[in-house]
């Protein structure tokens, strides 16, 4: 390797150290600057030379698998917890060149919406400290907002990379469910999980998206693809058929959301593409849907956090194993994964199964349904808000868990049916942040792409509307 | 009434969804990886082979092999589940609706049904008296793969869940499936146990009893569990649906200590694996591997070697050892002798020494032919099959003359023997002259004690006639 | 759909999570809600269907039967919070007897 190339990875670790220790207001790293520098700079001089993202420091939300730094998934149950692997993305991140730039803040076991149910404190939106950034990728997306790093990691399972994409006023791509593994990705809701990425252009996150994608023989559910290749931006969006759903422009959105939407829809004509009304029946059931699939699933993946085989034992030793359980688990888990576990427990329990799990199967079929039915019929995209109102403010959603819920209505759907979708920048309303979400058919994420660039040069992303 | 649960595992080189290696008595803990260990972020990668033969067990089991099974969850909390779920077949198990045709001590022939046969995997081990106030626990065996076999209550007495269990053993062995070692662990029986008046149509509750680990336990065990329900009812009271432990030093079962409420397992489909969709050649791929199933060998040995049902049950008892004698008669050894020392000498050695058959069926077969050739006595024969067993083979004639045993068939040799008797005994010999015709036994046995022990003794027989004829 | 108290208990039981009295009240109200608000799936009427949706692919396509374990950087002395002899240690099962797989 080029001394050159070293020193130039080496100038790129020690500016990213430099601007995570200016970022250090925002609460959104949780590995300690000290170690995160160190490991910068060791990491740039190891780093694979020719790598496509050689010398890029990429954060890593704290609920994928990394050898460097902690995973704790924001989450006191694994308080300290070293993984002894890498997770997939990670160990592709790495052959592509790319830092590890330090673990970031989330929800914990990325249950939630505004990064405000960490057990280690809430993220700041970087632009008003008293609103979050959305969640549960929070910490990611606040870095990567306030500049810090070109692209971060974060997970979906129910729209936490779009949903602060959408706050925080940058890039987030969901891929189509299959098409990146999830080996070493801290399981939440199984068939819904993706990690996906959170950039400050389509570009940068399009590129990181692409190294972490591909085969894994590691993961049972992912597709044996090869890596998604990225198009070349378009010269226009002739030819592109854009289907707008009506269940997505209730009556009551909030109107600088709305005006940003008529905007996008104005410069997506503008571009050549065909902009026309669908329909997505089933649209109302899909939180309802979500909230007992995901729950569910969650109560499974998280029945391994017992203090047994490794974590923090929380208590109730020395009494008999049961209690250790329970204290532990009690102890570790907060009040909203608690909720999560409970619930889930009870959609799969003996008497219920039948009418909330199999029924809300039955549903997500029929939410799948609508989609086929529109794609079928010579729709290539769908555009829509991707959250309804920009971010709240701290505090505002704790009272009523519904109420945070409800901000997932857009989003949730692309991954009730595995479809890839992704958020980009379309306006300010009052000065903050607001996105607008394409949903794209399964495993052409690249069409999708295509249409985001030329968005991306057309909209005014920063402007108020 | 009884129902049989075996659990038996598979003989593969790696667990059912991660590559660590599946082999017994490995220092505890050393045969894992974060699938197994079940740690945060690690998901299951299935074994093909595990899968393959489970096809084969089900298709040698007689099962409708479903072409579409898909894998569940069972949930629960215990140290030794890392995961705190099982990952099971639930809904659609890879196959049902099979028979096992067995010997009932009660009914003769007759069969079992395989009411279904699932993939699972394995636990690990909780090991409760090694420390004081603590479990140990140990990951190794975690994710072993298992096939479950669910029969009907279909047997009516414990001797013939005794005898179906030695069966199906037989079956799994001969397909290869599975070392089917209650020692080892690598084949495991819970039973579901219920009693009714005779006549009354009404089936009674049944109870669970687990925690047998041998076959003779499972005859054992069971008695006692049916003369406990029997008991119960004759004193007027009803039998409790429960699980119940089997302890084989008492000779007892007593109930699992009551747990505060009984399972719910909460399955549903395993979404971190696709359905299990068999490829289109796997059935007839497999179904090819089985090989003659022991009752068809049985029969045929019967038929092609002419030899009773009970010696070709003994000879078809192991896959091997019905091989070996076929081994045996193919390099020449006649049927029935070779039957002989089979069940005799072979057996017995190899009991002896871990089931080894130590020595090969050529030699053996050798060995028979200087046996039914005159040149060795069957007693000969066996001090040189013993050192044969030693040397795990050799040369038969070789190792006879070196031992010195060679029967001496020689005339003339015999001829001086003979004269060498009837001049030490003429009392005797006057006593046979005169009619006492058994007397030729002693005869005999003074030349073989003259000869010692060397002398063909036939041969020797019909010298000593000959020159004590009138 | 309610729930009472003691069926919030009961769910914590089998979820193996301890719930403070305290907390209990504010617990069940949440849970209530949660469940009320899922219950809508109701309304979707039982005779509609569409083909089952399946997230990841059709069938499994398995790996070959070779002992090559995933990498682990470091085993269970150094993860586990309690280990003795090679073993994971835990306080001994006490009224708790619930082994199942193949025991």
Known sequence: MTEAAEAEALTSAKAAADRLTKAKRLNALLTPLKDVRKSLLQQAAGAHPGGVLYGMPVAVKDNICTLEFTTSCGSKILEGYRSPFDATAITKLKAAGALIAGKTNCDEFAMGSSTEHSAYGRTLHPLDKTRVPGGSSGGSAALVAAGVVPAALGSETGGSVRQPASFCGIVGIKPTYARVSRYGLVAFGSSLDQIGVLGRSVHDAGRVLSAISGRDSKDATCEDRDPLRLPTVPESLQGFVIGVPREYFPADLDPGVRRACDRVIKVLRELGAVVREVSLPHTAFAVPCYYVIAPAEASSNLARYDGVRFGPRLGGQGADVRALYRATRGAGFGAEVRRRILVGTYVLSAGYYDAYYRKAQQVRALLAQDFRNVFDRGVDLLFTPTTPTPAFKAGEKLGDPVQMYLSDVFVCTANLTGLPAMSLPIGRVKGLPIGGQLIGKAFLEDEMLEAAYAMERAVPAVDEV | ?470 | MSVTREEVLRIAQLAELDVAEDALPALTEQMSRILEYVAQLAQVPAGDSARPFLAGPDAIRPRPDEVKPWPLAFGPPELAPAFKDGFFVVPRLGAFDGGEAGK
């Open chain 2, 1 to 470: 009434m009884i129902g049989l649960e075996t659990h038996v595992q598979l003989r593969t080189a790696s667990k059912m969804f991660c590559g660590c290696s599946t082999a017994f008595g490995a220092p505890p803990n050393t045969n894992v990886c974060p699938v197994c260990l079940g740690l945060p972020g690690a998901l299951p990668a299935p074994n093909e082979e595990a899968l393959k033969l489970a096809v084969r067990t089900a298709l040698a089991l007689g099962c409708t092999v479903h072409p579409r099974s898909v894998f569940a969850r069972k949930n629960y909390f215990y140290p030794d589940l890392p995961k705190g779920y099982q990952i099971t077949q639930y809904e659609l198990p890879l196959a049902t609706d099979g028979r096992l045709s067995y010997l009932s001590p009660d009914r003769g022939v007759t069969s079992a049904t395989i009411v279904r046969l699932h993939l699972e995997e394995d636990a690990g081990k909780s090991v409760h008296d090694r420390f004081p106030r603590a479990t140990a626990v140990d990951l190794n065996r975690a994710g072993v793969p298992l096939i479950e076999i669910v029969t009907g209550a279909d047997f009516r007495s414990p001797a013939e869940a005794r005898w179906y269990l030695q069966t199906l053993k037989q079956v799994l062995e001969y397909s290869g499936v599975s070392d089917c070692d209650m020692e080892k662990g690598s084949l495991r029986v819970d039973a579901n146990v219920s009693v009714r008046r005779s006549g009354d149509s009404t089936l009674g509750t049944k109870t669970e009893v687990k925690n047998i680990n041998s076959f003779t336990n499972v005859e054992k065990a069971l008695a006692v569990e049916r003369d406990r329900q029997i008991a119960v009812l004759a004193a007027g009271g009803t039998v409790a649906q429960q699980t119940m432990l089997y302890d084989a030093k008492e000779n007892a079962v007593r109930p699992q200590r009551a747990k505060e409420e009984s399972h719910d397992y909460r399955y549903f489909p395993e979404p971190d694996l696709p359905p299990l969709v068999l490829p289109p050649a796997w059935i007839p791929e497999q179904q090819a591997r089985l090989p003659e199933l022991p009752a068809a060998k049985r029969e045929r040995f019967v038929a092609q070697y002419a030899l009773s049902v009970q010696d070709a049950a003994v000879l078809t008892a192991s896959r091997a050892v019905a091989e070996y004698y076929e081994g045996a008669v193919h390099a020449g050894a006649e049927p029935k002798p070779a039957a002989n020392w089979v069940m005799g000498e072979v057996l017995a050695d190899a009991k002896d020494h871990q089931e080894q058959l130590r020595v090969p069926p050529g030699t053996l077969a050798q060995l028979i032919a200087l046996v039914q050739g005159g040149t060795l006595s069957h007693q000969a024969a066996k001090r040189v099959f013993a050192e044969l067993a030693v040397r795990g083979g050799g040369e038969p004639r070789t190792v006879a003359e070196a031992l010195g045993v060679i029967q001496v068939g020689d005339t003339n040799a015999i001829g001086q023997w003979v004269d060498e008797v009837l001049r030490a005994h003429p009392a005797e010999v006057t006593r046979y002259k005169s009619g006492e015709a058994k007397l030729m036994a002693f005869f005999v046995g003074q030349l073989m004690k003259a000869s010692k022990g060397k002398a063909d003794p036939k041969l020797a027989a019909r010298l000593l006639e000959e020159r004590l004829r009138p």
